[in-house]
Structures are given as C-alpha cells and as structure tokens.
C-alpha cells in the first residue's frame, strides 16, 4: 500500500437541497430526525447517541456502542410507519443492520450476507425494510429487526435503491436492477419468502437511471438509450422500441407531465421525448435538441409553469421552458463568476396568513467563493434570468447551505466554524442578519428544529460539540440570538470522524489499483498529534490485508486488490483517528469506513435491443459483446447454452482479451420445425477466465416463436 501526500480538489454533491462541499465523508457528524421529533446522532466508532426534542436538545440515550463502523451507502433509515415511528435502522460495516428506539434501545438486530451497498427503504404496507447487499442480495428485515427472508440476484446491485411499483398488476412490489441492466420485480414477504415475479428482463447497456410512472418504468442505459418498460404480473416486459440520444446522461429524466419527460446530456445538450408515443408504444424524441454551453452542473430546477433553470460548471444560468414540442431557451443565460456551489434554491413563499415574501420564486445563488446572488428566473431580457440586487460576499468558502425553516432565510456554514444566518427576503439582495464563529470545524449539515414555543432552531454539530442556535419566531427572519454548546462530554462520544477513502463506484476488480484518499483535513483542531491509521479489511474472514498509519492530514492511498481476491467478495477500507487523551493516553476520535465490491474482470452482453423473433425453421444469429474490464490480459473460455434444447452453434471456444478490450460473438440458433407459436427461449453465452476460473461472466437473449 503506497501512501502520498495529496491535495483534495473540493467538489459539489447536491443531495436533495443539500450541497456537501468537503471532499470524501464525514461519519458520525449529522443529526438525523426521527419521526417522534427526537434525533438520533452517529458518532464515532460505530456508537450512537439520541438526544429529545423539540429544541433546547439534551441527551437522551446512549451511547450505544453498534457492531462495525458507520458507513456512507446506505444512511441510516428513520422509520415512520406505525407502531415503530421513530425508530431508526442504523447500518454498519459488515452487513449488520440495528433497529433502536428513540431513546437508544435495541429492539433488535441481524447480520445479513455480504456488505451493505444501495440504500434502506421502508415498505409502506407493511413497515418492513429492504437491504441491498453485496452478491446480489436483497434481504427484508421486520421493523422489530428479525430477518424475514431474501432473494440472491445475479450480479451486483446498481447503488441506488429499489423502486416500489405504485400502480398496475405488480404494485407493491420492488423493481431491482443490477449493473448488467437486468431488471428484476420482487414480490416482498407475505407470511413467506420473498419471491421473484416472472421472467427478469435484460436489456442493453448498464444502467444509468430508472424513473417510475405508474406501473411503468423509464429506463437510460449510459449509451443514452431510453426503453419503456411494463411492471406486470408475468415480470418486466419492454414496450416498443429503444429511443437512442445523443451522448451519455447527465442524470435521471425529468418528468413534465403526460407522458412527457427531458433529459440532460453530459454536453450540457437538453432533449425532450414522451414514454409511450414512439414506434410499438416505445419512446420517441419530441422536437429538436437544444443545446447550451458549457457542462451541466446540477439537476434541472424546476421554477413552474413549465420552465426549468439549468447551471453548467462555467456559472451560467439558463432558463429553458419544456412542452410536448420539446425544449426552447428563454432569453439570455445569465453568466455569473465563480464556479458553482450547490444547485440554485427557489425562495419558497410564505404559508397564510403571514405576509408575502418579496423574493418568492426566485433564487439563492451561491458560488465556491462565497458569493451569493439573488436570481430571478425570467427577470431578463426575453425571460432569461436577471440578478436581482448587488452579490454578498462572505469571507470564508461555504460548506453547507440550507434553507432554516423562515422562507427567504438561509444557514450558510463555512470553513473554519464559521455560520451566516442569510436574510434573502430584501428586494436589495441577500444580507447578512448574524454570524458565528464555532470552535472547530464543522463535521456536518446543520439540521432544524422547532421548539415547542414556535421558534426556529438550527442545530450546528462541529468538532467540539453540537450548537443551537434560536432563529427567532416566524414569521419574518428575526435576528438570531446567542448559541448554546453540547459539549462532547455531554453527548456521549466524539463527534470528529474521518472521511474514508474515496473511490468511483464502490466497485473494483482483481489486480486494479484503488487510488483513494485518506481526509482527515476536516478535523480543525481535533487534528491528532497521534496521527491516523487506515487498514484494508477482507469483510468475510475479518482479516487485515494492510495496515499504515498516516499523518494527520489528507493523503492519497495506492492499494492494489489481490488477484486471489474472488468476486463478491467485499474489500472494506477503515481509517481511523486518534487524539491523545487528558490523562496521557491513546484514544480513538474518530473512525470511518467504506466497502468495495470486488467485480469479475469479464462482462458478457447481448446486443439485442429488443428479443429476437423467428419463423420454425429459421437459422437466427445472435451478437453478444465481452469486455475485459480488469487491467489483466487475459484468455477467456467461451460456452453456450439453452432453455429449450435447439441446435445452438458457438463458432469460437476461446477468446483472447487485453485491458479495456472489446470482442464480439455470434450464436447461431436454429428454430425447430416442432417449435410452436410463442415458445420462449433464452440463450446464454458465457466466459471463464483460463487463468482464474473464478473470473466469469455471462449474459442472455431471448429468441420468441413467432406467429404464422
């Protein structure tokens, strides 16, 4: 394991109005509100502490000490569903998942298979919670934490989460993806095992994004193809024809109604299209592409009526309106300095019966220098946007910005502890209406309460303890008042952890370098003397593949994954923070953790974009594509094999593939005369590593009797 010093570049993730500026993640540093209206607070070394509102917050529960560490995918899960609203489902490293009250009891745990990867949801109908792990596994764990059964998938999960089916013959249901862009509906327990609905579908390319409608589903493949696909009781079925876009996805669809949908390129290059108006019910583009300069930025933010603001990563901001006849940019876009922090946030109007907010719809524009501008989204010439009032400058770069529960009045935190309360209310701009210097620095997004008397609570959790601040009564932004610390001591544990390392996509193949960082820079003046520690851990047998100790400050990590290391199995990186204590000792302050998903270097693809139909009699041939994803050469041992027992003909055995490299195959599949109108059969072809058997991939195409 090479260990070098290295500069992390700050980067903006944009995570529902939320903006996380610091590089990699923090662990046990954000408070998460739990239905009953008290707080559940992670801290380090995978404990965990409640504490009981509404606000002046005090400590209620804990800590308690959970096994394994904190991790980032998934988040802890707040329940909310009947009789286990607030409780919180709190997972950790090593597939354990821990369901505890409000007050900090156990109501009960379970270790499933594999690592943790994807996200938690809660089943609505029944409060039950699906877990997505490593291997293809989805479990379902009882809101009273017992484990009520699981599916394995082939593959490896996608990292977002299920989807439930809302509407159709499979409502209810989860809809399941994996990286290969098959699909898959899980009928969840019912007094049973979960069980798999149907045929899975497989379609082309890996995924990039899936966005229900009803009892449909839209999905882009990261080539920009765009399928519409049905959830019935006989399993996923494609409707119609692929849609295919120019350049690859910069994010999910957006839905603008009946039917319609745009979606952003990764050129910054806006397309429209409806789901089901295309040749055989499939998608068909609705009219021209609109291009706009510059690389997106954010997710499209919709501003009503139709119009949608667009940032890309020089500042610039568009306004584009969207209708059944496609996309079309209103007035000039609007060049700003800077380089964006966070996506722009609508001011929201106020709720009857207080007084109108006179920025109402327009926008809090802050850059990565501190600048915020007031924006609003048609104020220019031909409906473009248009500043409204001079820039605020604020002396430190910003962290987190949130709106605090006043509309028009914002929490900016800052780097150094800093907090501005941001009054955007004034047709003169945004100004400044308090600001506060914490010690430390912060570890997480503010959170906000409301007390019991009515006024607005921010709560600031940073290195030396949890602040609140009193925002004042609503309406109108009233001026702050002072802030009151729970130190550390109070709150049972540390609230400094160290980021883990940071990796593209969780996933790794035998023999690649990890190139990751180690970030321990947001520390502020917990920075340890004792330095820091990270080590690589084989998640099944719990061994130590390495182990260093770093200083104290950001650094970049080598780690090469073993080549004996097999796929599914799980790498998990733990980096760890010490301090020395008041009494001379050692202490942990901080610790951190973050799984990989150890890949097979070969993957297996059928061309086909829609299954194959064929006369009895025919000969149909059938393209499938390997790909050598590792960074090993490597020859590859090919197999066919069928549902149905046809005559299926593989005119090559073997396979030779560099790094990177792509081949393609071609089956030949004779239909039968015996064969019969509708009969269904899938064709696999399959690769095995001649060097590492244990290195495989394999895909499927389904060849359908046709009618005569």
């Given amino acids: 394991m090479m260990i070098k ?15 996380v500026l610091a590089s990699g993640a923090s662990y046990g540093q954000q408070l998460y509100p739990l239905a009953n209206g008290d707080f559940a607070l992670p801290l380090s070394n995978g404990s965990i502490s409640f504490l009981g509102g509404p606000a002046p917050l005090n400590v209620i529960g804990g800590p308690i000490n959970l096994p394994g560490n904190h991790i980032s995918t998934p988040l802890p899960l707040m329940l909310g569903g009947a009789p286990m609203a607030g409780f919180v489902a709190v997972p950790t490293t090593g597939g354990h998942l821990t369901i505890l009250n409000s007050i900090g009891m156990i109501v009960g745990s379970v270790n499933l298979p594999g690592d943790h990867v994807g996200q938690l949801i809660e089943l609505a109908a029944s409060g039950d919670i699906a877990v997505q792990t490593s291997g293809g596994n989805l479990s379902f764990v009882s809101s009273a934490g017992a484990f009520l059964g699981a599916v394995n998938l082939p593959g490896e999960h996608i990292n977002g989460p299920p989807l439930v089916i809302g509407a159709g013959a499979a409502a209810g249901s989860l809809l399941v993806l994996n990286q290969n862009n098959q699909l898959f509906i899980i009928a ?46 006989g399993g996923p079925a494609q409707v119609g024809q692929p849609l295919n876009l120019p350049g690859a996805p910069a994010g999910p669809p957006v839905n603008v109604g009946a039917g319609n949908f745009f979606i952003v390129n990764g050129n910054n290059q806006i397309i429209g299209f409806s789901i089901a108006a295309g040749p055989g019910g499939g998608p068909a583009q609705n009219g021209a592409v609109l291009n706009l300069g510059g690389a997106p930025a954010f997710q499209p933010v919709a501003v009503g009526g139709g119009n949608f603001i667009i940032v890309n990563q020089n ?33 929201p109007p106020a709720a009857p019966p207080a007084p109108p907010v006179p920025n109402a719809g327009n926008l809090f524009v802050i850059n990565q220098n501190g600048q915020i501008q007031i924006v609003a989204p048609g104020g220019g010439a031909g409906g ?5 009032g001079p820039p605020l400058n604020l002396p430190n770069s910003p962290l987190y910005a949130v709106p605090n529960g006043i509309p028009g009045v914002y929490v900016v935190c800052c780097t150094g502890g800093t907090v501005f309360i941001v009054d955007a209310t004034g047709p003169g701009g945004a100004t400044v209406s308090q600001s506060y210097n914490f010690a430390g620095e912060h570890t997480g997004p503010p959170t906000m309460t409301t007390a019991a008397n009515g006024d607005h609570i921010v709560e600031i959790p940073t290195t030396s303890g949890l602040y609140e601040i009193n925002k004042g009564p609503a309406p109108g932004p009233a001026a702050p008042g002072p802030a009151r610390q729970l130190p550390e001591n109070q709150l049972g544990g540390n609230l400094a952890c160290v980021a883990p390392v940071v990796a593209a996509n969780g996933m790794a193949t035998p023999g690649a370098v990890l190139a990751s960082v180690v970030d321990t820079g947001m520390m502020g003046e917990q920075t340890s003397a004792a330095g820091a520690e990270v080590a690589v851990i084989d998640a099944d047998s719990e061994a130590i593949l390495e182990q260093a100790l770093i200083p104290a400050e950001p650094y970049e990590i080598d780690y090469m994954v073993p080549e004996e290391m097999p796929p599914g199995s799980t790498l998990t990186f733990v980096s760890t923070l010490s301090d020395v204590s008041s009494f001379g000792e050692i202490e942990v302050v901080g610790e951190g953790a973050t799984p990989y998903v150890v890949l097979s270097p070969i993957t297996v693809e059928s061309l ?23 960074v090993l050469p490597d020859d590859y041992a090919l197999w066919i094999a069928d549902t149905e027992g046809w005559p299926v003909d593989l005119p090559v055995a073997e396979l030779p593939l560099m790094p990177g490299e792509v081949g393609t195959v071609d089956v030949m599949v004779f239909i039968p005369e015996e064969a019969f109108p509708g009969q269904l059969n899938d064709i696999t072809l399959g690769a095995q590593s001649m060097s590492h058997p244990e290195w495989t991939g394999s895909d499927w195409a389904t060849v359908t009797v046709a009618d005569l």
Avoid at 384 to 388: H, I, K, Q, Y
């Fill in 384 to 388: 473009g946007p248009a500043p409204v």
């Fill in 188 to 233: 969840p327990p019912a007094g049973g095992s979960p069980t798999v609905v149907g045929r899975p579908l497989n379609l082309p390319g890996a995924p990039a994004a899936a966005v229900m409608v009803g009892g449909n589903v839209v999905v882009v493949n990261q080539n920009n193809q765009v399928f519409n696909v049905i959830l019935g009781a």
């Fill in 608 to 630: 086909l974009e829609i299954n194959l139909e064929g006369m009895a009699g025919d000969l149909l041939v059938l393209t499938f594509e390997l790909e050598n994803i590792g």
């Fill in 5 to 19: 010093s290295a500069r992390i570049v700050t980067r903006a993730v944009l995570v529902v109005g939320l903006l």
């Fill in 315 to 347: 500042n610039q901001i568009f306004n584009i309106f969207v209708g059944p006849g496609g996309p079309v940019q209103n007035g000039p876009p609007l060049n700003l300095p800077g380089a964006p922090a966070c996506a722009p946030m609508v001011i």
